[in-house]
């Protein structure tokens, strides 16, 4: 199934134009009782959290390789965040990124967007590092799971483009090092 009809089959017709396929009538919306379900599950909740917290042989080592327009991005000395991924994040992504999976938008847009329940603090469950100058970043320890990993870039030429906030979805199995470029 692509995307687009995916997003179509769950109601997604706002972020996706369109939603006719194969000339055949839009895809049905969820009913009213779907969508509160859906929120509900959505809601924060830190038990959802806490297989995060655990030490496990997960690695995740990551590269920023960004470009737009030919012009080259950095994250030299930026903060990388690795949150897991819940419902509630889930939703959180899709709010802020329009994705679950991989996104680059303009840093400032993503800001502007203030999604629900804004004041949950998950603070404790996100994984925090820095870039280094050539770019490059670390997680260790990582419990198998799903994790959002996000960062902002900058253009490479102070004052030639606007920063990036860069976010993609990475699942650790079998305490495996992964590699990564976003």
Wanted: charged letters at 20%; a positive charge; one cysteine or more.
């Amino acid at each position: 199934m692509n995307f687009t009809r995916f997003a179509c089959a769950f109601g997604l017709s706002l972020l996706i134009s369109g939603c006719a396929t194969d000339g055949g009538p839009p895809a049905p919306q969820p009913a009213p009782a779907t969508n509160a379900a859906n929120a509900a599950n959505a809601a924060f909740k830190a038990a959802d959290f806490a297989w995060s917290k655990a030490v496990g042989k997960g690695r995740i080592d990551g590269q920023l390789i960004y470009s737009a327009a030919g012009k080259g991005f950095i994250c030299g000395d930026s903060s990388v965040v690795l949150t897991p991924e819940t419902p509630w994040v889930r939703r959180r992504m899709m709010i802020l990124y329009n994705s679950n999976d991989y996104s680059a938008l303009p840093a400032d847009e993503v800001r502007g967007r203030t999604p629900p329940e804004r004041s949950q603090d998950y603070s404790a469950f996100v994984r925090r590092t820095k870039c280094d100058p050539a770019n490059h970043f670390v997680f260790t320890d990582l419990p198998d799971g799903a994790w959002f990993v996000i960062t902002v870039a900058h253009p490479a030429v102070p004052g030639a483009g606007r920063d990036i906030a860069i976010m993609r979805r990475v699942v650790v199995r079998n305490g495996q090092a992964l590699k990564i470029r976003l």
